[in-house]
């Protein structure tokens, strides 16, 4: 018989519907006496529970609820939701924080670091908080406008209201007074922290700079090695093709069978003599390797502007002209002294003398390894470098056993600079251009095109293949005979009446570009000349004094005059595009894609930053400047100065020859 005590036990079964959920408090409770009731039934001494009515209708209940897809989706969640996120998701975000800040671990509390700073942590973040959201900023507004109000309200009249007020504004502003000094304290600590940071970048710097600086003496090993390897393969190759041509000139054992006549006696037999070596068949010297690097350094792009590298001794007298091939790589000087010579910029040595020049070398170009030197005896002369008897390294020159003791002097690079063993440039002249009638001022030479002009007042064209005159260009005539239009507008050309600088050469500067050739004068003329045929095409007129150096690019010329201005043309209007000027006279100018530095009779090297559009000083006596090394010997003039890829080399008049990063 059925208890009746129990036949409302699932009253609450009704308010468990379809949207109410499993883990909601009611469904806990509803589901749990549904499930101790069916439990206790079933748990009870009955003798037959399937023939129980009460029992049957649990059951049924069970089984419907159990089948409700909310009930079910429920279940699913809950069995794959871990017991930690359960929890999270009945509590507030509100009081998980609360919970999470309440407590503490003791391993934490027993290991707090000690700090050097004044204040705790709490302290900063209460004195910086009022920052982080627009309510303390606003509340700063309000405390102002107050303030404001209270000093323009009426004077206190001493009453207790009125002292409390004054006395709780100026705990206040008290307050609000220590947290400033906080705040303070906190931010002058930030600024030491970051200078520690900046000193231990700085550290860090250091040490790269060093490692790569080692990474690229490696690199100069190793491409030395490379060099050598290379040679060997060479001479090994060509060995074997004089034996293979030996082997089919040696006739065999049956070929002199049947022929003994060869064999007569005589004065000196024919097989004897075809075995005299000939001029044809005498081994070659072993070809001189390429002495031009294959790797361009890039230490320099990371030094600070205006850090020297080196300075050499390179003349004992004022340096005439000078040029490099690349960064680190080959620099030829000429001085008054009437010597030209080979530097390996990467060790800072002398590798050999150029020998042929009976007078002082005005003007040089270095393309490629290869040189080209015009003389005040008149003539050119040009030169292959990569046929000097120099090792790198400093181990060999010539012959090994001859050399040995110069070449173990000559390798330290610690020693004082010595002269190269005699002989280690005899294999690098090529040929000589003799034409001009006077001293080689200025000359540029692109590809087989080399142009010359000279003080006889003559530009010439020369082919480097087969080493001639091919045009002759009078200067004089061309100006005298020619109209070309002038950049200012102002008519026809017309003859200058300024005289001609006596001290200046009439052929200051020249560049050659295919059949375009750009040419400045002494009279303060630049010239654009069509080569192919001979014609001036224009002339732009602006400097005041002879033109000293020149170049262009694509679109833009730049010149530099003894008048102390450096005018910057458009080549395509034929109109200046800039200008600016030195308390000097420019005798020495080049730009590469981002600078323009020239030489303006001073102990530095004049800047222009074409990107920042800044004027800054390089040079030794920028250095002495900032060092405040005023009492010691000043620095020479510089005379002449190159610059590629930021890597700039300065001549002066005392024969010191500097690099520096630009």
């Avoid at 996120?85 to 509100?94: F, M, N, Q, Y």
């Avoid at 002759?472 to 002038?486: E, F």
């Avoid at 005023?630 to 020479?636: C, I, Q, R, V, W």
Wanted: glycine share 6%; aromatic share 6%; charged share 30%.
């Amino acid at each position: 018989m059925a208890d009746p005590r129990h036949d409302d036990d699932f009253a609450d079964l009704a308010s468990f519907d379809d949207e109410s959920s499993v883990i909601s408090t009611r469904g806990l409770e509803a589901f749990g006496r549904k499930v101790t009731s069916t439990a206790s039934h079933l748990i009870a001494a009955r003798s037959d529970p399937s023939a129980n009515p009460h029992y049957q209708r649990a059951m049924s209940e069970v089984q419907r609820q159990l089948q409700k897809p909310a009930l079910q989706r429920s279940m699913l969640s809950m069995a794959r939701t871990t017991p930690t996120d359960l929890v999270r998701s009945r509590l507030s975000t509100r009081e998980i924080q609360s919970r999470a800040l309440s407590y503490v671990p003791d391993e934490l509390l027993h290991n707090i670091p000690d700090g050097d700073n004044s204040y705790s942590l709490f302290q900063g973040f209460q004195a910086s908080f009022p920052d982080f959201t627009d309510e303390g900023k606003k509340h700063r507004r309000r405390v102002s406008r107050g303030r404001k109000l209270l000093d323009d309200g009426p004077t206190p009249d001493g009453s207790h209201e009125s002292v409390h007020r004054l006395k709780k504004e100026k705990a206040s502003m008290m307050h609000q007074l220590d947290m400033l000094g906080v705040r303070k304290n906190m931010a002058s600590s930030e600024i030491r922290e970051i200078d520690a940071k900046l000193e231990n970048l700085a550290g860090m710097r250091s040490i790269i700079l060093d490692r790569l600086a080692n990474l690229e003496k490696d690199e100069a090993l190793l491409e030395h090695d490379i060099v050598e390897v290379e040679g060997r393969l060479e001479e090994a190759q060509e060995l074997a093709a004089e034996a293979e041509s030996e082997a089919a000139r040696t006739p065999t054992k049956s070929e002199d069978d049947a022929s003994p006549e060869r064999d007569a006696p005589g004065f000196m037999s024919q097989s004897v003599y075809e075995k005299l070596p000939s001029a044809g068949n005498t081994p070659s010297r072993r070809k001189p390797r390429s002495i031009r690097r294959k790797s361009m350094p890039i230490l320099h792009e990371h030094f600070e502007p205006g850090t020297m590298i080196r300075s050499m001794r390179a003349h004992h007298d004022n340096i005439t002209a000078l040029d490099f091939d690349a960064p680190f790589g080959l620099m030829v000087s000429a001085a008054m002294d009437d010597s030209v010579r080979v530097w390996d910029l990467n060790a800072g040595r002398c590798i050999g003398v150029l020998e042929g020049h009976t007078a002082s070398v005005r003007t040089l170009q270095v393309e490629d390894n290869f040189l080209a030197t015009g003389s005040m005896d008149a003539t050119i002369r040009l030169w292959d470098l990569s046929k000097a008897h120099y090792d790198p390294q400093g181990s060999q020159f010539g012959n090994k056993e001859e050399d040995d003791e110069d070449a173990i002097a000559f390798g330290n690079p610690d020693d004082q600079p010595v002269d190269p063993p005699v002989g280690s440039m005899a294999d690098c002249p090529l040929f000589t251009l003799q034409a001009h009638l006077d001293e080689i001022t200025a000359l540029h030479f692109r590809g087989d095109v080399l142009v010359s002009g000279s003080a006889d007042k003559t530009l010439r064209q020369w082919d480097l293949e087969k080493g001639r005159c091919v045009q002759t260009l009078d200067v004089m005539w061309a100006a005298a005979a020619s109209s070309p239009s002038v950049s200012n507008d102002s008519g026809p050309w017309r003859q200058t009446n300024r005289p001609a600088d006596a001290s200046a050469d009439f052929v200051g500067a020249l560049q050659v570009f295919e059949s375009a050739l750009a040419c400045g004068t002494a009279d303060g003329m630049v010239r654009l000349w069509d080569l192919r045929s001979g014609q001036v095409h224009r002339s732009l007129v602006g400097h005041t004094g002879p033109v000293t150096c020149l170049q262009f690019d694509d679109v833009h010329l730049v010149t530099g005059s003894l008048d102390r201005s450096i005018r910057i043309w458009d080549l395509r209007t034929g109109s200046i595009y800039d200008a600016y000027a030195y308390d000097n006279p420019i005798t020495s100018m080049m730009f590469d894609t981002r600078r323009i530095v020239c030489a303006a009779g001073e102990d530095v090297v004049k800047v222009y930053d074409k990107v920042e559009g800044r004027h800054w000083d390089c040079g030794p006596g920028a250095v002495e400047a900032e060092t405040g090394e005023g009492n010691k010997t000043p620095a020479a003039i510089i005379e002449r100065v190159r610059i590629r890829d930021g890597y700039m080399v300065e001549g002066r008049r005392d024969g010191v020859v500097g690099v520096w990063t630009c």
